[in-house]
């Protein structure tokens, strides 16, 4: 019966752990089963085959077990241990002692083979588990070095984020596949053919009769496998169109919110989660059903096998006893049971075998650029002079688009040049090159006369410094950041960069110093500060060659004056190459080099470029903010000259350089959620109580199963106390039958529990999973932007913490019940049949139970424990991966490989420790069954003997018992489960209980035109619909261009007429009528398939639609470039007219001619008037302007 309950686990983890994105796609591709094991070294060798070794032994202790059960019961029969018959009582005893003598033998045996488990057992998965985490841990090391070794061409054509999950989940398969499996994949082999040899040669007629049956059981099997896989792939797409939704709107909330479309949003989710619901109640009959037909054809084969084995007793067929039959059909049954547990174990092995595959072609694969490279000349000191000799150039994973075409340019050594150009000209990549992190298709790059190609990478490199336009600082303090700059930094040197890039200052006023962490990715600090430890970083390598790519595009105007201050004191004696869009950043470099197409347009200073009137002066003077006085008049805003809306029209212009992340920096600490009782659980499922109690019915039902097996089985075992044929044959046939029924009724029973169980919990996913998104949508916005928020975490609350409860609630209960009715009914029966027996048992049930439990949790595979660890070591390859081309140009490969490699050392050395735990844990839990027979059998034959029981007893007790209590096992591993659950029903309780400070769900408020009424007593929605915003980076839905701007009006349904005409407006009809679906094109996760430009213009159409009575615009064109600036700038024109209008700008051209200008410096206003009346002032906006001056 031991199969049966297992049987319902392997099916359990057989879908547990077959994860359905994999399947569809068999990779065609994978290394051999030899090869895999290619980092193995003679220690690994050794441990392997001693591993094999053990598994093979280990797995011939089942079937033995089998033989000495067959003995054990014809000895407990045979009539003289029960004292029936009082005239043969003489010659008995003679045969009593002999019994007595083999029972102790057959005890002896037992134990035996326990201890053989158990010496076996321990070393065939501790050694498994230790070479696995040895040969791993290589392969992590080499995969690491090699992506650092990898040139920059190649991170451009693979995609970075496939390259983590590579690094993490590619290996991991690796990992469990080369472990403890392949150990359990022998030992399931060997069980197999022992099994399958010891019933052909004890009875092979009664083996084939057994064997006729697993075709069946296997192909329903696998035909129920395939469903429920096809099934759960439905399942995860149709969900993860609800997931992708909510991700876009959780991500867009403001968008979301400003537009009022929150009620649409929960729609468009609900619509997606109902296809999930119908496939999810599909999947949960099939993997029920999937069950029952185990059970059916498993105990129907019982009723075959004993309907056969008795007939050939009885028509005497020499050999055969009710012992043979036992022991054959034992054997037998285990082997075919055997099979179907090695299938998920070489699965395993071949998944593994897929994945290294990926992995070793990035090992072997060899660099143009090799950054690790010892090779190639290196030259005591570099002056820095730089020549392109007719280098041309396109990027590998652009070959078509030509970059440079025969570039010729010459930097004398200690120049600042400044390269300019319009976008795409071509002025990074000549940089790039000048790192070598590519080499140039023709023509040569020569520094001092030496071709950079023959210099030693590593070398040249360190004399380089680069300070480029985002620049990127490391998840670690201000002091590590700038010590990445060049090994052996002294503590002086870091402060003396610091003070040369200007920003000891502001280092100094944290209250850590130069302790204090930037956070990941540097966001604890603002723009300019991010700049100036970036510069001193560059400044401490001491460069010959400095590069400023873009250093200050990013920032606002008064950050830029005091790193621009920064960048010039740093320029004095090295060569500087400075690129650069603000022209005014550039104007005293000693040569200015015009870049396009990738040629040399133009060079020479500013005064004498602006004297040529070419490409420079053009690029030159659109940048240009018209001096006092000069007023054009064809710009002029109408606006309503409105007193009362003067206030609402204001500008403001600056931001401040403060870092404004002081919540950020507060490590966010778990709040402590009120823990809830499972009571508060069940009570979600109030409104599916009908369909709860009818699952619950049949799980009773089938957990009756068992405990009326138990008692048939004994009566089959001893009926044969009896000698009378007829009776025999007769009670044979019958209670073959009651098999049969049985068998219906598990099956029946099952496919009851998961109607019922899996529609109750599919609508209760689906209604929570509405729930929370509402409760997500219609919180403050100050809500979103705590870390704790963000809307990975929110995703995983609706995706993860909701099927938890789920996976609580639903066919769990199930499970749980099946299982006390099974057990509570087992304890009944045992003590009617024999009490002290009964206690002997019960006193090793509870060990039972934690095998049953062990076995389980090995079953689930001892890799998961890792995976926490592995992350670490994950995030600083994650981080070197994400900013290559910075490690690769501060030459920090060497340095980030040993971070890496020390993280991995504390894992291994853990997991090696963990290997003998499991090995342990494994051969007790299968070891202990052995020994717990031996006891039972010993103490049954002493009571058979005193008269208290009868044999039939002992075969109930030990069959109910024995089985119920590892079914209990399986129980307790639902225990985390519950937990999960709690964990999750407290997140979404934390959820569904908090309520927002405004609330934007509330009908009360006035609705009057707010002139004079203060914003906070006003109906918020109303308030919402008379504002209308456009933003620095609008954000788009996936959906058609129709879509995106009827989005500006949610309230109605928008005819094609009105957003044709607003389109119109917003100047970007014409474009939408030249693409080939027109209004219907999609414009791609947020907005991706269109340019800043036409998204910018779309948002004015989306904004226009509201028809509002406000126009909010904030910075709305400052991310375009200057061609699209004019065509946007001239359509945001057209749509403020007769509107109260909020313009946020940086770029002072854009708002010079607007009524009131408005000057914020620290949350307070600064000054206030006209361009003119705010120049004459000669104050804040008048430096501004300056600033932004080009000539």
């Not at 980076?1033 to 094609?1056: K, M, T």
Request: aromatic share 8%.
């Amino acid at each position: 019966m031991a199969n049966s309950e297992r049987a319902e686990e392997m099916q359990e983890n057989y879908q547990r752990n077959r994860k359905p994105q994999e399947l569809p796609k068999v990779r065609k591709q994978a290394v051999g089963p030899i090869e895999i094991f290619r980092f193995a070294n003679g220690l690994d060798i050794t441990l392997m085959i001693l591993g094999l070794l053990a598994s093979l032994v280990n797995g011939a202790c089942l079937p033995v077990m089998s033989l000495i059960l067959g003995k054990m019961s014809d000895n407990l029969i045979s009539g003289c241990l029960v004292k029936t018959n009082t005239t043969n009582y003489q010659n008995c005893t003679q045969f009593q002692e002999k019994l007595n003598e083999d029972i102790i033998m057959l005890t002896l045996y037992y134990i035996g083979i326990g201890v053989t488990a158990l010496v076996f057992g321990y070393i065939q998965i501790s050694s498994w588990v230790m070479t696995a985490a040895r040969q791993t841990e290589r392969i992590r090391k080499q995969f690491f070095h090699s992506v650092l070794a990898q040139d920059i061409s190649w991170f451009d054509s693979c995609d970075i984020g496939e390259l983590n999950t590579r690094m993490t989940d590619d290996i991991n398969k690796i990992s469990d596949g080369i472990g403890d499996k392949i150990a359990l994949l022998f030992q399931n082999i060997s069980t197999f053919s022992v099994g399958l040899a010891v019933g052909l040669v004890k009875g092979w007629k009664l083996t084939l009769v057994t064997l006729s049956t697993s075709p069946l059981i296997i192909a329903s099997a696998a035909m129920f496998s395939r469903i429920i896989i096809s099934l759960t792939t439905k399942e995860l797409n149709a969900y993860s169109k609800a997931g992708a939704v909510a991700e876009e709107v959780l991500s867009s909330i403001r968008t979301v919110v400003a537009f009022g479309a929150q009620e649409k949003e929960i729609q468009r989710y609900t619509q997606n989660l109902k296809d999930a619901k119908d496939v999810g109640i599909k999947k949960a009959i099939a993997s029920k059903l999937s069950l029952g037909a185990v059970y059916f054809f498993m105990i129907g084969t019982y009723g075959l096998a004993f309907w056969y084995g008795t007939s050939l007793i009885l028509s005497g067929e020499p050999g055969y006893t009710i012992g043979t039959v036992l022991a054959v059909f034992f054997s037998v049954i285990h082997s075919s049971y055997c099979i179907g547990t090695a299938a998920p174990n070489f699965e395993t092995f071949t998944i593994a075998r897929g994945a290294a595959f990926n992995i070793f072609q990035v090992i072997d694969k060899k660099p143009a650029i090799d950054n690790f490279s010892t090779t190639g000349y290196k030259p005591e000191c570099i002056e820095g002079t730089v020549e392109f000799k007719n280098v041309s150039f396109n990027y590998p994973s652009r070959p078509s688009v030509k970059i440079l075409k025969d570039l010729n340019l010459k930097i004398k050594s200690g120049e600042t040049v400044a390269l300019v150009g319009p976008s795409g000209s071509g002025k990074s990549t000549i940089v790039q090159l000048l790192q070598r992190l590519y080499d140039p298709d023709n023509g040569f790059i020569m520094v001092d006369e030496n071709d950079i190609r023959t210099l030693n990478v590593q070398h040249y490199r360190e004399h380089i410094g680069v300070v480029s336009q985002e620049p990127v600082l490391f998840g670690t303090t201000i002091h590590n950041n700038i010590k990445y700059g060049r090994d052996g930094v002294t503590n002086e040197e870091i402060k003396k960069a610091a003070k040369e890039a200007n920003a000891y200052d502001f280092i100094m006023a944290f209250p850590n110093k130069f302790n204090t962490l930037v956070g990941e990715k540097g966001a604890q600090m603002s723009g300019g500060q991010k700049q100036r430890i970036a510069i001193a970083r560059a400044l401490v390598r001491k460069p010959k060659i400095l590069i400023l790519d873009e250093a200050t595009s990013a920032l606002d105007t008064e950050s830029e004056s005091v790193v621009q201050a920064a960048l010039e004191k740093a320029s004095k004696g090295r060569t500087t190459i400075v690129i650069a869009h603000r022209l005014s950043t550039i104007r005293s470099a000693d040569l200015i080099v015009t870049i396009k197409d990738g040629m040399v347009v133009e060079k020479g200073t500013h005064a004498e470029l602006m004297a040529k009137q070419g490409l420079y002066y053009s690029l030159a003077m659109t940048q240009d903010i018209k001096k006092a006085d000069e007023q054009i008049e064809s710009m002029a805003y109408s606006i309503e000259k409105n007193i009362n809306s003067v206030p609402l029209c204001s500008m403001n212009s600056i931001k401040s350089d403060l870092p404004d992340k002081s919540e950020e920096s507060i490590q966010y600490k778990e709040p402590g959620l009120p823990e809830v009782s499972l009571f508060k659980i069940f009570k979600l499922i109030k409104s599916e109580w009908l369909s709860v109690f009818l699952g619950t019915l049949a799980a009773v039902l089938n957990g009756a199963v068992h405990p009326v097996f138990a008692i048939i089985f004994a009566k089959i075992i001893t009926m044969f106390e009896n000698d009378d044929k007829t009776t025999l044959k007769h009670d044979a046939e019958m209670y073959s039958m009651i098999f049969v029924i049985l068998s219906v009724i598990s099956f029946v029973s099952y496919f009851f529990q998961g109607l019922f169980y899996g529609r109750a919990g599919e609508l209760l996913t689906m209604r929570l999973r509405h729930l929370a998104f509402k409760a997500m949508l219609y919180q403050d916005i100050s809500w979103f932007d705590d870390k704790e928020n963000s809307t990975g975490a929110l995703t995983s609350i609706l995706a993860i913490d909701i099927a938890q409860i789920q996976g609580a609630t639903g066919s769990r209960i199930g499970v749980l019940t099946q299982n006390a009715t099974n057990m509570g009914l087992s304890i009944i029966i045992s003590f009617i049949y024999g009490w002290e027996m009964t206690l002997l048992i019960l006193s090793i049930a509870p060990i039972l139970a934690l095998t049953g439990m062990i076995e389980t949790t090995a079953m689930t595979g001892f890799a998961n424990k890792d995976k926490q660890e592995l992350k670490h070591a994950g995030k600083i390859a994650t981080e070197a991966v994400e900013n290559i081309r910075t490690i690769v140009s501060l030459t920090r490969e060497k340095a980030f490989e040993q971070t890496y490699e020390e993280t991995l050392q504390a894992q291994h050395r853990n997991t090696l420790k963990k290997a003998q735990i499991f090995g342990s844990c494994y051969a007790f839990s299968h070891a202990f069954l052995y020994f717990a027979y031996a006891m039972g059998f010993r103490f049954g034959a002493y009571l058979i003997q005193a008269g208290r029981v009868t044999p039939e007893g002992i075969f109930v007790i030990f069959t109910a018992i024995a089985y119920g209590a590892m079914a209990i096992g399986e129980t307790l591993v639902l225990a985390p489960e519950y937990s999960r659950a709690k964990s999750g029903a407290a997140h979404l309780f934390a959820l569904l209980e908090k309520k927002p400070t405004i609330d934007s769900y509330s009908q009360e408020g006035k609705k009057t035109l707010f002139d004079g009424v203060d914003a906070k007593e006003l109906n918020v929605q109303w308030l919402r619909s008379q504002i209308a915003i456009v933003s620095q980076e609008p954000v788009l839905f996936n959906c058609s261009i129709a879509d995106n701007i009827a989005y500006g009006d949610n309230s109605r349904v928008v005819s094609l007429d009105e957003i044709k005409e607003v389109a119109k407006a917003a100047n970007i009809h014409s474009f939408i009528e030249d693409l080939p679906k027109k209004y219907n094109t999609q414009v791609g996760l947020k907005g991706t398939l269109l340019s800043g430009g036409q998204k910018q213009r779309l948002a004015i159409a989306r904004a226009l639609l509201r028809k509002p009575k406000i126009l909010l615009l904030d910075e709305a064109t400052s991310a375009l470039d200057n061609e699209s600036e004019k065509v946007v700038q001239h359509a945001l024109d057209k749509a403020r007219k007769g509107k109260t209008c909020l313009v946020v700008a940086h770029r002072l051209s854009t708002i010079q001619n607007a009524d009131l200008i408005v000057v914020l410096h620290n949350g307070k206003i600064k000054e206030q008037g006209t361009h003119q009346e705010l120049l004459r002032n000669r104050d804040m906006y008048f430096k501004l302007v300056n600033a932004q001056l080009v000539q």
